[in-house]
């Protein structure tokens, strides 16, 4: 799966029960494991033994599970449900709609446009920073990747700002209120245009 080598396939089915049996979940959460989810299958297992990467000093093993959604796409309460209980990190494949997600740190960062996982890194901790650019942000250098997160992320806002700011400024009537807008905008834009330059 992913295109990872042949010694990491695993393929082995995990109960849903499991993933809320022993921990507090709340009602909504476990009916949309419960009625969204068909089937949770461990499809890979990187770690030293299957691969040929160092251990790293917080990343032991990285899990690619593969969730069966009963519908079109799995609810994202249990993907960060499926992705929290896991011990170790995991990368989460919902196979009805092909999307690839990570959740770490509390965020889901997830992707679409991934065919192919590339395990990138001398050691498991670097490999994971590479897997999280490659989910996050569509690159392979796992360098500082959380700084470029935040950064794409504060991109995105300031994008949507601006355009939420332009259309208000468009539909203004009162002319002090537009410049006001318009000020606003303008000082926006200042900012994004320097975030991209970085």
């Known amino acids: 799966m992913l295109g990872l080598p042949a010694t990491t396939e695993v393929g082995r089915r ?3 029960e499991a993933f809320y049996r022993h921990m507090d979940v709340d009602a909504a959460t476990r009916r949309d494991l419960t ?10 297992s ?3 033994a299957t691969t040929n990467i160092a251990d790293g000093k ?3 093993e990285i899990l690619v599970l593969r969730i069966d959604p009963k519908g079109e796409r799995v609810p994202e309460r249990a993907v960060r449900l499926v992705s929290n209980a896991t ?3 995991a990368v989460i494949v919902d196979s009805g709609s092909g999307d690839i997600a990570i959740c ?3 965020r889901l960062l997830e992707t679409r446009d991934i065919e ?9 901790d670097m490999v994971w920073d590479s897997m999280l650019a490659q989910v996050a942000l569509g690159e392979f250098d796992g360098h500082d990747v959380w700084a470029r997160i935040d950064r794409r992320e504060k991109i995105d806002g300031l994008r949507a700002e601006v355009f939420a700011l332009d259309t208000k ?3 203004e009537r009162q002319i002090a209120r537009k410049n006001e807008l318009f000020a606003q905008m303008k000082r926006k834009q200042a900012e994004l245009r320097r975030l991209e330059e970085e």
């Open 116 to 124: 192919r996982l590339a395990l990138n890194g001398f050691d498991l």
């Open 87 to 89: 011990p170790n990190k």
């Open 35 to 44: 009625g969204g989810v068909a089937a949770i299958v461990v499809a890979n």
């Open 104 to 106: 770490e740190e509390g």
């Open 14 to 16: 995990l109960p849903k």
């Open 169 to 171: 400024v468009r539909r």
């Open 58 to 60: 917080a990343v032991h």
């Open 46 to 48: 990187i770690k030293p």
